[in-house]
């Protein structure tokens, strides 16, 4: 299973931009999709997730700033984030609960887009 992130970059306060993450590979089921972000001297955090069936959940920093949403036929998902603040600086990592082949659940993660909020 691979995934593909894109959309990253340089961005000023106040502004927005769209993430978007392919998966890809052979597995029975995508469960859940999600963004995590990890900031320079600091742990991996939530962002956002959605599920298969549409249930989104959102970290605390980015509720009502961020909106994820995901296409399952195409097997993407997308982190739209509006008002971007300094502090969302870090860098996004797209990742993937999927049902393996083998019937397992599996966790993967791709390698990362880095997003600067400055001026």
């Known amino acids: 299973v691979q995934l593909q992130a894109c959309g990253g970059g340089l961005v000023q306060p106040g502004g927005s931009l769209r993430l978007s993450c392919v998966i890809s590979g052979s597995f029975l089921t995508l469960n859940r999709m999600g963004w995590y972000l990890q900031a320079p001297g600091k742990q991996r955090e939530l962002v956002a997730t959605i599920t298969r069936g549409g249930i989104t959940s959102y970290g605390d920093s980015v509720k009502g700033r961020f909106t994820i949403s995901g296409d399952n036929a195409k097997n993407t998902v997308y982190l739209q984030m509006y008002n971007l603040k300094p502090e969302d600086t870090a860098i996004y990592y797209c990742?993937?609960?999927?049902?393996?082949?083998?019937?397992?659940?599996?966790?993967?993660w791709g390698q990362g887009t880095q997003l600067t909020v400055s001026s």
């Open positions: 990742h993937a609960n999927v049902e393996s082949l083998l019937y397992l659940r599996e966790d993967y």
